[in-house]
């Protein structure tokens, strides 16, 4: 199975850590989204999409590299770290999921976990969520992708612990 993750991570890695604990599982090559090629992730069986979260929102440069997408067809899946664990009406990958819906990718799931954060006034106090992703985020990471991988995604949030 041909698997593309397109990651913006520019804080502390975080999200990167988690695209490429999932890149291991699903054999699958990382790209940011400037170095995409739209016409490999036409010819990919997944594609992956994930940033961190800033002001609620998943990074611009991601989601205007998929405002920009053509329509696409084929299986997709969201993910996202932050430093605050997403509100369930209203979940940070939402918007990013409609929209390649509306490209036509069938989106398999969205995975999210929580990662450290020196946002402003944050910074201040030395950040929250110190040494996340730890080993229990990435581990649930590795099993979000493995159900991808058996065609069995589903939202998965590690968060909430």
Known sequence: MKTVIVCTSVSHGNTRRVADTMARVLGAKVVSPEQADPAELAGADLVGFGSGVFYGRLHPRLTGFVAALPGGRGRAFVFATSGFPQVAPVP?????????????????????????????PLRLVG???????????????????????????????????
Not at 93 to 106: C, I, M
Not at 141 to 159: H, I, K, T, V
């Open 92 to 120: 940070f990958t939402r918007p990013l999921v409609r929209r390649l819906a509306a490209k036509g990718f069938e989106v398999e799931g969205s995975f999210s976990c929580r990662a450290f954060d020196t946002w402003m």
């Open 127 to 161: 950040g929250t969520n110190k040494g996340r992703p730890d080993a229990r985020d990435l581990a649930a990471a590795r099993e979000f992708a493995e159900r991808l991988q058996n065609g069995r995604g589903r939202r998965a949030d590690p968060s909430r612990r």
